[in-house]
T-cell receptor
């Protein structure tokens, strides 16, 4: 039982390049989330998926798109990376049953030059 | 806008002391509260959750909730250097399962 996994662990991009961050969970959770964490800013929600087939914007969605590929996988895409998107990205999942403990992946460190 | 406020610290305590971490929240409708620990370079992990007024104890950790004052705290007894980390407070409202996170408090336990 791996929990929540993320790939890649680290990525360097040039401004304007695109990339997709992958996330998968093996806990049969219904809900999945993408956060970014910047120094002094805490965790900010980018997008979430309450259940397979649904996605919704969070606090900071601009510049990102997501796909809930199936119940296990939730990907985050940067179409045209900007230096302001340099951050650590965490994927998380919850069972969706009410009192929601978030289970986090190990994170992806993204540097946009 | 829902807000969860924490003192960023760092909070420095000697080994063996009690560390007290505090959190306030703005949404009176908040019903579920969580404390996550995050070591440097790692992802957050749940330490405690609390849903009712009062205290909840788990080993060296005690979470305290006062909904009237909109205040949540985490006490760490017999603090150890391994407790040195950033502690994130989070709250969810009754109508939503989406948590609002505070910015975290950095705790340093020195030998």
């Amino acid at each position: 039982n791996a929990g929540v996994t993320q790939t890649p662990k680290f990525q360097v991009l040039k401004t304007g390049q695109s990339m997709t961050l992958q996330c998968a969970q093996d806990m049969n959770h219904n809900s999945m989330y993408w956060y970014r964490q910047d120094p002094g800013m805490g965790l900010r929600l980018i997008y979430y998926s309450a259940s397979e087939g649904t996605t919704d914007k969070g606090e900071v969605p601009n510049g990102y798109n997501v796909s809930r590929l199936n119940k296990r996988e939730f990907s985050l895409r940067l179409e045209s990376a900007a230096p302001s998107q340099t951050s650590v990205y965490f994927c998380a999942s919850t069972s969706g049953g009410g009192q929601e403990t978030q289970y986090f992946g190990p994170g992806t460190r993204l540097l946009v030059l | 806008q829902k807000e969860v406020e924490q003192n960023s610290g760092p909070l420095s305590v000697p080994e063996g002391a009690i560390a007290s971490l505090n959190c306030t929240y703005s949404d009176r409708g908040s019903q579920s509260f969580f404390w996550y620990r995050q070591y440097s370079g790692k992802s957050p992990e749940l330490i405690m959750s609390i849903y009712s007024n009062g205290d909840k104890e788990d080993g060296r950790f005690t979470a305290q909730l006062n909904k009237a004052s909109q205040y949540v705290s985490l006490l760490i007894r017999d603090s150890q250097p391994s407790d040195s980390a950033t502690y994130l407070c989070a709250a969810t409202s009754g109508g939503s399962y989406i948590p609002t996170f505070g910015r975290g408090t950095s705790l340093i336990v020195h030998p």
